[in-house]
Every structure is written in C-alpha cells, then in structure tokens.
C-alpha cells in the first residue's frame, strides 16, 4: 500500500495539489461546500491513481484543492462506504493519501439517523464517540505497523481542542450543536424496529454507514479529527415511517449552510 499512496500523492503534486493544511470529507447531500471555496485544481476520483470511485449518485466523487476560511484545503466531494463493495483498506485510502500530502487536521461530515429521541431530523450532531459495529477494522492488515502503532488507543478518537473549537464556531453562529455517540453499520438496508431499540440501549445517539473507519485511521496516523453528523430522519422504533430518500437529501442540502458556516469559521480559528 505504500507504493500506491506515494504514486497517488506524487500525481496529486504534480497537479498542484500541494501541501494542504486541512482534509475534509462531505457526506451524504453535502456538495455546497466548494462553492465557498476558491477552488485551484480539481480531480476526477477516477483519475487518481488507486482511487476508488464513488458509486453512489448523490456523491459526486471528486477531489478539489483550495483556500477557504484562509486555508489551503483538500476536499473530498463524495466518500466511500462498505455497501458500495469497497473494503475498509480501500475506503480509507484518500485519508492516507491526504496525510502524506501534508494536512494536520481531518473534518467530516455524514448523514445520520437519529436514536437520541430528544435530538430532530434537520438538526446537527457533533460526534464525541462512536460504536463501530462494521465488523471490522482497517488496521487489521499484514504490515500496519510499518504505518504506525498495531494497537491505536480510541480513548478520544475526536480531537478534544478540535470539538471545542467546532462548539465556539456553533454558538458564534447561533447554530445548535448537539452532541453525542454516532454508530456505524454497513447497509445499505435501514435498521429493523428491534435493531433501533438495541442501538438505543448500547448508547449511540445516531446512526449511520460512514465516518468510523476514517477516524479509526486518522488515529493510527495521529491526524486530529472531528466530525459533524447532519440528522436527517428519527429513527424512533415505535413511531417508524418508510424511507424517503428525497426528503433525507432535502433535509440534508438544508442544513448543510450551517456545516459550512461552522467548518469556515474553525478553520480560520486553526
């Protein structure tokens, strides 16, 4: 794997993408982001060498360079899951890829469901924890401790100084800011009613099919993170409705000012 990181980061250099300070991945819904940027070069993922190439409709599957909040940023526009048929190496490819070309820190996104029945859909969710229920973990390969520690410590997987800059970026906007534990599964198939109230009983406050693995990652690489989770339905098991995949991308596309708002305003803060 490292050969494959290091043509990819010297094809990214040769393009101008060079020594971004700060990482950011979009989720579901979440494209607006660039439009605020002063975008210098942008990549196609299928150009890029090792590059997976986003499957799903709504991610648009490219990778911009940039300032914002004045900033040089690399964005992915569009992330990868397991329910596309990628394994968690792949998924978390562009997160070493990122580091090696220079950032110091690493900021998400993602749709998610909520179980925390005081929390609405519309609303936001900064993550202080997560229950990684993928099935596994994208350290477990042969030679990971040639890229860092075997057995990564997940006492604080989100940077603390990270999250409370996010807070004071939140309350500076008069954005509400829950907080709270974030699940992953894998999908693509929604929870069942007992599956909801199991997540409920485990602690999470919301639930979705992305963002662990590359925290587990930007742990191992010692590369700060934090990520915000944009609900975009109630996953209450007595009170469950069929899901309506254009209301969770119009919720998700309404909220997303609010992401950009806090995500500027932290940068220019780092």
Same mark, same amino acid.
């Given at each position: 794997?490292? *050969?494959?990181?290091? *043509?990819?980061?010297? @094809?990214?250099?040769?393009? =101008? ?8 991945? +979009? ?10 940027? *002063? ?5 196609? @993922? ?7 190439? %986003? /499957? ?13 909040? =004045? ?7 569009? /992330?990868?899951?397991? @329910? ?24 998400? %996104?993602? &749709?998610?469901? &909520? ?21 596994? %973990? ?41 907080? =709270? ?12 009613? &007992?599956?909801? /109230? ?7 406050? &919301? ?15 010692? +590369? ?13 098991? *007595?009170n469950l409705s069929p899901i309506n995949i254009p209301e969770i991308m119009m919720l998700a596309e309404k909220a997303e000012p609010s992401i950009i708002k806090i995500f500027t305003l932290t940068i220019k803060s780092l």
């Amino acid at each position: 794997m490292k *050969e494959q990181i290091e *043509e990819a980061v010297e @094809y990214l250099t040769e393009k =101008g993408f060079d020594a971004p300070e700060i990482g950011i991945i +979009l989720g579901t819904g979440m494209g607006k982001l660039v439009t605020h940027m *002063e975008i210098q070069e942008s990549l196609s @993922y299928n150009h890029i060498p090792h590059f997976p190439a %986003s /499957r799903v409709e709504f991610h648009k599957g490219k990778l911009h360079y940039g300032r914002l909040g =004045g900033k040089t940023v690399i964005v992915m526009q569009g /992330r990868f899951h397991l @329910y596309e048929g990628y394994d968690l190496l792949q998924i978390t490819f562009p997160v070493r890829v990122m580091h090696a070309l220079g950032i110091k820190h690493l900021l998400i %996104s993602n &749709a998610a469901g &909520a179980i925390n029945k005081q929390f609405k859909k519309g609303e936001l969710m900064l993550l202080t924890d997560h229950i990684n229920l993928q099935g596994g %973990s994208p350290l477990a390969f042969k030679g990971v401790e040639s890229f860092g520690e075997r057995f990564v410590d997940m006492i604080a997987p989100y940077d603390k100084l990270l999250n409370k800059t996010l807070r004071q970026a939140a309350e500076k906007h008069n954005i509400l800011l829950n907080e =709270g534990v974030y699940a992953s599964v894998v999908g693509p198939h929604l929870e069942t009613r &007992a599956e909801y /109230r199991y997540l409920g009983i485990i602690g999470a406050d &919301a639930v979705g099919m992305s963002t662990v693995p590359e925290v587990i990652v930007a742990n191992h690489l010692d +590369l700060p993170c934090a990520a915000i989770s944009i609900l975009t339905d109630e996953c209450d098991p *007595e009170n469950l409705s069929p899901i309506n995949i254009p209301e969770i991308m119009m919720l998700a596309e309404k909220a997303e000012p609010s992401i950009i708002k806090i995500f500027t305003l932290t940068i220019k803060s780092l």
